[in-house]
């Protein structure tokens, strides 16, 4: 049950997340790699973002991927790796579940269960996520409207689960000069729709590192409650998503670049440190 601590703060009710909060007044940067490659790309990746301003990290042991012949992640590995970064840094992890059967490896080491673009729908995934009280990160599938992403999260609190957080990380349409539409309306439609906090995706949504600052500016001054970024090391030789990740040495100034636009609408930015 949320108790009267959840229900804050501005215009929303924020998510405990390991002595964090996401969500109400807060401004939330979570960053850190595509995938989980290596021990050494994982805590570069790790050091670089919690240095520079980021509330919590994210990378994918298990990747969704369109081929089955492509990278499906390091698995348990890599969520051994994710273990030793936030011993390293301190960090919460935000980390991606595919399959039910994953989820007793993984609630050793998730604070958040992200359940991705092409998992919104799956209803079985999202009954044992909110089964398992974890907070979950809900990303809006490619295709779907913001009525289905609202049914969709009611199958998480259906169960119990209230720690949700809403992603908008692009949709499909027409156009072809990025990889997704990103849909800011999706922010404050969501937001008056739902106490949820809502976060933007601008990573995926563009599939271009070029366009990852402007949209998260964007995102921040349409109220969102912090971004998910994409950051490598090397990003030209990162296994998945090489276009779009930032490079680590750029971080810093982009987290201080949107922490400053989400100050203007009034949003405290989060840090690393426990609040
Ligand atoms: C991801 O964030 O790692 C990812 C695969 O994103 P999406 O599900 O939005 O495509
Ligand atoms: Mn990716």
Redesign the pocket.
Known sequence: MATQDDIDEGDGRAVEIAGHRLGGAHFTIIAGP?AVESREQLLQSARAVAAGGAAML?G?AY??RTSPYSFQGLGQEGLRLLAEARAHTGLPIVT?VIDPRDLPELLEVADVL?I???NMQNYALLTEVGRCGRPALL?RGLGATLDELLMAAEYLLAQGNESVIL?E?GIRTFETAYRFTLDLMAIPVLKSRTHLPVIV?PS?AAGRRDLVLPMSLAAAAAGADGV?VEVHPRPAEAICDAAQQLPCDEFADYAERVHAVAAQVGKIPATGVTA
């Open positions: 595509c994210r994918g990747k969704p991606e992200q991705g673009a092409r990303k992603c990380r995706d995926h998910i």
